[in-house]
């Protein structure tokens, strides 16, 4: 895969972000898949905040991104 960055407005801020080239040039932005790499702290803390909303720990994380990123 070849990586580029494109310059994309958030919040009223430039961000470059990658662009990810698939096959046959084929851009894709959205794979569902993101590996966040926290310290222990961190990782205990949203663990034990999962477990008290009921919800799994991706899904803890989706909805703290969701609600974080609008």
């Not at 070849?2 to 698939?22: F, G």
């Not at 909303?53 to 803890?60: P, R, V």
Request: net charge positive; glycine share 2%; hydrophobic share 40%.
């Amino acid at each position: 895969m070849k990586y580029e960055a494109a310059r994309v407005i958030i919040n009223n801020q430039d961000i470059d972000t990658p662009i990810i080239y698939a096959k046959k040039n084929q851009t894709t932005y959205e794979t569902g898949k993101v590996q966040l790499r926290v310290d222990s702290d961190l990782h205990k803390a949203l663990v034990i905040k999962a477990m008290q909303a009921n919800e799994s720990l991706n899904s803890f994380c989706a909805k703290i991104l969701r609600i974080t990123i609008p």
